[in-house]
């Protein structure tokens, strides 16, 4: 039972090329239809180094609250009120400060949030919420 027409059982010793030209013309088509996206120029506004020194650096103001509801601004304690004024001087000064709060474990939210809200109507551009140290 024979199913080859070939005569002889040598073996083949030519490569068949026709997978291999069907490989480099599907890679030759991705590269033709990707090559203009990568050419593409996006134009960016970047920012232009300035020729004025940096800002001084001012040391930020340190807020503690403690459980019991007493405050300190830079551990000197004070009332509410006096936050009040402290956070208007604050604000209205050239190069303001960053105020951190740090409330202690068993501050109740609402004196937090009023502190939050307070230096927010004085005007105090960065506040940072110190955490669990």
């Known amino acids: 039972m024979a199913f080859s027409a070939r005569a002889s059982h040598d073996v083949i010793a030519q490569i068949n090329v026709t997978p291999l030209v069907d490989v480099l013309l599907v ?3 991705i590269f033709m239809i990707t ?3 990568v050419t593409h120029k996006a134009t960016m ?8 020194s940096t800002p001084e650096r001012v040391a930020p103001i340190h807020l503690s609250i403690q459980a019991d509801g007493q405050m300190y601004w830079n551990d000197i304690p004070l009332s509410i009120d006096q936050l009040d004024t402290q956070l208007g001087i604050t604000a209205k ?3 303001q400060p960053a105020l951190e709060i740090d409330a202690a474990d068993g501050v109740p939210y609402d004196v937090v949030a009023k502190v939050l809200a307070s ?3 004085q005007g105090i551009g960065r506040i940072d919420v110190l955490g669990v140290r």
């Open 35 to 37: 090559a203009p996206i």
């Open 119 to 121: 230096a927010k109507t």
């Open 93 to 95: 000064l050239g190069t």
């Open 27 to 29: 890679l030759l088509i």
């Open 45 to 52: 506004d970047l920012p232009q180094p300035s020729l004025h």
